[in-house]
């Protein structure tokens, strides 16, 4: 785990800490959880990136839907298409 030096001006530190202190649980993971909770998209999509980079660079550890479906012993016959035609609502 890494470490991060947050500053904080005295009101906002004296807050959180008894936040903190009522909840009973550390100051760190207060903000770790704000942080998530926040910015939970923008972190899920710079992990997605992270892994298609890391897959563009060595895609040996992948497999297709198939070989997946494969190895799960899932049929690959494609659901029955839906009829066509016209639908008329409900008057």
């Given at each position: 785990m890494k470490r991060l030096l947050v500053s904080l001006d005295e009101e906002r530190?004296?807050?959180?800490?008894?936040?903190?202190?009522?909840?009973?649980?550390?100051?760190?993971?207060?903000?770790?959880?704000?942080?998530?909770?926040?910015?939970?998209?923008?972190?899920?999509?710079?992990?997605?990136?992270?892994?298609?980079?890391?897959?563009?660079?060595?895609?040996?550890?992948?497999?297709?839907?198939?070989?997946y479906m494969e190895s799960r012993g899932i049929s690959s016959r494609t659901s029955?298409?839906?009829?066509?035609?016209?639908?008329?609502?409900?008057?």
């Amino acid at each position: 785990m890494k470490r991060l030096l947050v500053s904080l001006d005295e009101e906002r530190y004296e807050d959180l800490r008894r936040f903190a202190f009522d909840k009973n649980v550390p100051m760190a993971e207060l903000v770790r959880h704000a942080m998530e909770e926040v910015f939970e998209d923008e972190l899920d999509a710079t992990r997605i990136r992270r892994g298609l980079e890391e897959h563009a660079k060595d895609p040996s550890g992948t497999m297709t839907i198939q070989e997946y479906m494969e190895s799960r012993g899932i049929s690959s016959r494609t659901s029955p298409k839906r009829a066509t035609g016209t639908r008329r609502a409900a008057s």
